[in-house]
């Protein structure tokens, strides 16, 4: 059983259609990637199943229950985190209140959290406006985790970043995967995603149009839908 699934998902701006059918769906311990180029739907799909954009068809089910159309706190309450586009780290403050403003009880804790980031150890008392962007978007990977969510969404994680922090990104990744963490992650670097991702969607124009491994979304394939 999914432990996220999406089925026939439409969502609209307005009058404007921008989902025409997505569907996908994340298994307990499964990473999976979400691709596709600019525009295809790939924020809007993690909008309607945060509820953050209420979507007009389609189902959304998460542990279980039917989150379409729920409120966003009630759908993070069930143990969804968000690392949003542009991180949205609190700017005013530290390191260590960015992390326990929204901390929940359970096995991520500051001090694992600092084991997956030394950097931020480093930093603790720094307030957060003052931090790279590479360090603002470990805290905000780290502040989601704080929620101890079963569900981990990550949008464009490592986009415009320094390679040495990406790579540093990519490695908390394959620390969360051995550790069974379950992760939805958007991002375009597909020679750093695809090692890491055991399931691949891809949409074009709001509609998902490939649904597989890894291994499966050959070079024709990444050609057709993820080529400049």
Partial sequence: ?????????????????????????????????????????????IRSILGL?????????????????MRPHRIARLGIGLVPE??????????????????????????????LFPRLAERRDQFANTLSGGEQQMLAIGRALMTNPRLLILDEATEGLAPVIRRDIWSALRTLKAAGQSILVVDKTLAELLPVADR?????????VFDGAPQALTSELQDRYLGV
């Fill in 86 to 115: 542009g991180r949205r780290c609190f700017p005013n403050l530290t390191v260590r209140e960015n992390l326990v403003a929204a901390a929940r009880r359970g096995q991520w804790t500051e001090a694992r959290v600092d084991e």
């Fill in 53 to 69: 954009t209420r979507p007009r068809g389609g189902r959304i089910d998460f542990a279980g229950a039917r989150i379409a159309g």
């Fill in 1 to 45: 059983m999914s432990l996220l699934e999406v089925e026939r998902l439409e969502t609209f701006y307005g009058a404007s259609q921008a989902l025409f059918g997505v569907s996908l769906a994340v298994a307990e311990g499964e990473v999976v990637a979400l691709m596709g180029r600019n525009g295809m739907g790939k924020t809007t799909t």
């Fill in 200 to 208: 691949c969607f891809v949409l074009e124009k709001g509609v998902t």
